[in-house]
């Protein structure tokens, strides 16, 4: 498949991609809402990886991640551009040691960790069930 935009346009649409408040992320914050679990901060830069979302007190913390940006094995994460290959599969591959990093950082300090993946929350019941299975167990929801 080959690109139908211009260099420059690509350019231009690739740094349009937001880093922060994503759709995915607010659909995330949205179900916690929902569920009753308060009291989060987002985007700790203070915090290995900048978790999108933490609980700083109960050392928890939610990554939301997109399929393409942090290599996931779905049909859209394995998906590598057909311009520009070289640079896209090291881009990617780069994220992911740098996530492993992070989270071994973060639970080597005691932190209980959930990564959500775009391809996985776009069933509003799967993801229900994914938070709840793992907060549940870690604090009461009112807390």
Known sequence: MVDNLSATSRRKAMTAVKGKNTAPELKVRKQ???????GYRLHRADLAGCPDVAWIGRKTAIFVHGCFWHGHDCPRGSRIPVTRRDYWQKKIQSNVQR????????????WKLLVLWECQIKSDARLRCGLEDFLGPLFSKHG
């Open 99 to 110: 996530d492993k990093v992070n989270e071994a950082l973060l639970t080597g300090d005691g």
């Open 32 to 38: 916690l809402r929902e569920l009753g679990y308060m």
